[in-house]
Nanobody, 128 residues
């Protein structure tokens, strides 16, 4: 069984920072890409960022570019989402997701259907 567990969410004032973690555990599983998505209350799920597990190449969504970064620690099976200069509109449930096969078309990184496994999510609330 593959398990992804997010942590690091919470409540922060606008302008503040949070770092989310996504830890993989379970059966031997080779994944190639890990993505972060968020779902604000009453809205559709939105792509935030992704990272190539082997190359470490980051892909950042336009709405958070310049404020969020994504990284991974292969020894810890962990992907991080560093969120800076947070805004009230960043309030959402943040989830990580993993994909087994290589993504050839990078435009598909932003699609939830690209990913095979999902975590339960962690709440991020940004107060004004």
């Amino acid at each position: 069984q593959v398990q992804l567990v997010e942590s690091g969410g919470g409540t922060v004032q606008a302008g503040g920072s949070l770092r989310l973690s996504c830890v993989y555990s379970g059966r031997a599983f080779t994944f190639t890409t890990v993505g972060w998505f968020r779902q604000p209350p009453g809205k559709e799920r939105e792509f935030v960022a992704a990272i190539s597990w082997t190359r470490g190449s980051p892909y950042i969504g336009n709405s958070v570019k310049g404020r969020f970064t994504v990284s991974r620690d292969m020894a810890k099976n962990t992907v991080y989402l560093q969120m800076n200069i947070l805004r009230p509109e960043d309030t959402a449930v943040y989830s990580c997701a993993a994909r087994e096969r290589v993504v050839v078309d990078e435009s598909r990184l932003s699609l939830p259907t690209t990913y095979n496994y999902w975590g339960q999510g962690t709440q991020v609330t940004v107060s004004s």
